[in-house]
């Protein structure tokens, strides 16, 4: 499984996920494409998407603990990892 979130996709992009994605709100895709499929995506997600897009990815995968995320550009929330465990934080309002 794929999750894609968006602050703002050029529009290329967009249409393109919706070949593989169901787009449940703007900006907000999600899909059960197989892994391959899903690595192909993100690369093309990589390519693609400028710094302000604002993409947060989560994919599944098989090692613990059963999910990947990865960012591109300045997100609302920022991404850490404690012990091995990625997280999503919310950013305080001081920075």
């Known amino acids: ?31 059960g494409v197989n892994d391959s499929v899903a690595d192909d995506v993100v690369e093309y997600l990589y390519k693609y998407c400028p710094v302000d897009s604002g993409v947060v990815i989560f994919q599944k995968i098989r090692k613990t603990p059963g999910y990947k995320i990865r960012g591109i550009g300045d997100t609302k929330r920022s991404l850490v990892e404690i012990s091995g465990l990625q997280l999503v934080q919310e950013k305080n309002g001081d920075s």
């Not at 996709?9 to 449940?24: C, I, Q, T």
């Open 1 to 31: 499984m794929l999750v894609v979130i968006a602050n703002n996709l050029p529009p290329a992009v967009r249409g393109r996920m919706k070949l593989w994605f169901v787009e449940y709100r703007p900006n907000v895709f999600v899909s």
